[in-house]
């Protein structure tokens, strides 16, 4: 499975961005897809995933309502929409594919973009 993330960037505070995620060979029609990320210091952190089936997605209790996965199965890509960015979201964002029992379990990694907020 090769994943491709969008490059991220430098944002302001109070800023909109979205992440893409894209995969060759159908990879989310059949995978559960998920985002994580690892702030300066800090350990990886679940951002995020929503399921292949139903196509719900839940998210780590820190999002509380400020981002969004989503996605395009005919481009096989997703999407991880992030507002409201605070410096705090300053990280490495991670997308991959899994599995879900009882939670995520990722199982491939794509490669790390780095989204930056200044105050």
């Known amino acids: 499975v090769q994943l491709q993330a969008s490059r991220g960037g430098l944002v302001q505070a109070g800023d909109s961005l979205n992440l893409t995620c894209a995969a060759s060979g159908r990879t989310f029609r059949s995978t559960d897809t998920g985002w994580y990320r690892r702030a300066p210091g800090k350990e990886r952190e679940f951002v995020g995933a929503i399921k292949h089936g139903t196509g719900g997605s839940y998210y780590g209790n820190f999002v509380k309502g400020r981002f969004t996965i989503s996605r395009d199965i005919a481009k096989d890509t997703v999407y991880l929409q992030m507002n409201s960015l605070t410096p705090e979201d300053t990280a490495v964002y991670f997308c991959?594919?899994?599995?879900?029992?009882?939670?995520?379990?990722?199982?491939?990694w794509g490669q790390g973009t780095l989204v930056t907020v200044s105050s």
């Open positions: 991959s594919v899994g599995v879900y029992k009882g939670r995520y379990y990722p199982t491939s």
